[in-house]
């Protein structure tokens, strides 16, 4: 037996059936928490580069496709030519959703709008992904996600008053979008399950919207104030203090303790109990209108200790505070192994290198990684074939 046609451990998952149509994270991003909750992922790729993720490589590996590409299936074909889109339109028939990130009015010049895909598959699942929607102003604009962690507000509220904003390290909207559409993919097979009359559901997400929505009421809050949110490091607009702080040894702990019995256990170790009746630090509203004052307080006793005297001094008080975290002290981590946060994955030149586990346990396991990530059309013989039976 071919090994990619052996049995495959079955996930919640497993009766759907979803093609891909996507390049880079996002699409990548909803398929891949998909895949790994069971469901059957028809990657579809070009010809002879596959997609863009592949290129994105350390050491030569593509760390990023052996990640968002695991328990999924590769299908190479050329969408350019009439074999190619014959080939797509036997999968779509056999998909319940279909996820594609072309700019808006691609999938129509393709010939496949959504009246041709109901004549296809009349329950279809369509999920589109774009930079600012299939609709308005912007539907035309290019829309990678550094574009939308600037103009969504992010990037202005991120980083240090007095210094340039910040850009995260790492595809934030195009995360936050994947994981939204997972979710909306999953209503929508519900509907879809439930009966009724047949119809082509068409999900509408941009990039833009979804990442606009996690950063919690700032647009409540400036319609009530009408002041515009000012960058403020690591601490937060709503409490004091919440900051990190560096060690005798010079690393950094990080602390929270907006709550006031966690405060006043904080003041009672620093030695200064008098603090919480010091007008400056008493209420709330206070401690934000004097948090350098307040920092600089904490700041002077966790300079005295090294990390690991900061980390059983807040554990002994249970304070909510930790150390900062790099991925080298993370992969040592005990917290890591014993919640088997950690599995080990080939590399396509015979190494390992770990990658995260699913995020979540399910009845007390967590779902097992049930392949690696495929090399580019590895699963054509099992797709193809199967149209032309």
């Not at 890591?336 to 190494?351: F, K």
Request: glycine content about 8%; overall charge negative; aromatic content about 6%.
């Amino acid at each position: 037996m071919n090994p990619d046609d052996a049995p495959r451990p079955a996930g919640l998952l497993h009766d759907l059936t979803v093609l891909d149509l996507s390049r880079l994270v996002s699409g990548n991003m909803l398929t891949h928490v998909l895949a790994d909750l069971g469901a059957t992922v028809i990657k579809v790729e070009p010809p002879r580069k596959g997609d863009e993720l592949r290129a994105w490589q350390r050491d030569g590996v593509s760390t990023y496709w052996l990640t968002y590409a695991r328990n999924k299936d590769s299908v190479e074909l050329d969408l350019r030519s009439a074999d190619g889109m014959a080939a797509l339109r036997g999968l779509i028939a056999r998909a319940d959703v279909l996820v594609e990130n072309f700019r808006p009015g691609t999938l129509e010049r393709m010939g496949l709008d959504l009246d041709t895909l109901a004549g296809i598959s009349p329950r279809l699942v369509v999920v589109r992904i774009s930079g600012w929607g299939q609709t308005g102003l912007f539907a035309d604009k290019g829309g990678f996600g550094s574009l939308i962690e600037a103009m969504s507000g992010f990037a202005a509220m991120n980083g240090f008053a007095d210094r340039p904003p910040v850009l995260p390290p790492f595809a934030m909207a195009d995360s936050v979008a994947g994981l939204y559409g997972a979710s909306l993919a999953l209503a929508a097979v519900h509907r879809q399950r439930a009966g009724g009359p047949a119809q082509v559901q068409e999900i509408d997400l941009s990039l833009f919207e979804p990442l606009f929505s996690v950063l919690g009421p700032q647009a409540a809050e400036y319609g009530l104030t009408g002041e515009r949110p000012q960058r403020a490091g690591s601490r937060s607009p709503t409490h004091a203090p919440r900051n990190v702080y560096r060690t005798s040894d010079g690393r950094w702990v990080a602390l929270s303790a907006g709550m006031e019995a966690t405060l006043a256990r904080l003041f009672d170790g620093i030695g200064a109990p008098e603090a919480l009746q010091d007008p400056r630090f008493a209420t709330h509203e206070a401690r934000l209108r004097n948090v350098e004052a307040l920092d600089d307080l904490i700041q002077q006793h966790l300079s005295r200790l090294t990390l690991a005297e900061a980390l059983r001094f807040f554990a002994e008080r249970d304070i909510t505070a930790g150390p900062v975290c790099d991925i080298a002290d993370l992969l040592g981590h005990p917290y890591m192994a014993d919640r088997e946060l950690l599995v080990m994955q080939p590399t396509p030149d015979g190494r390992e290198v770990p990658v995260h586990a699913p995020p979540y346990k399910i009845n007390g396991q967590r779902p097992p990684i049930r392949r690696p990530a495929p090399s580019l059309g590895q699963d054509n013989a099992r797709w193809l074939a199967a149209r032309a039976e």
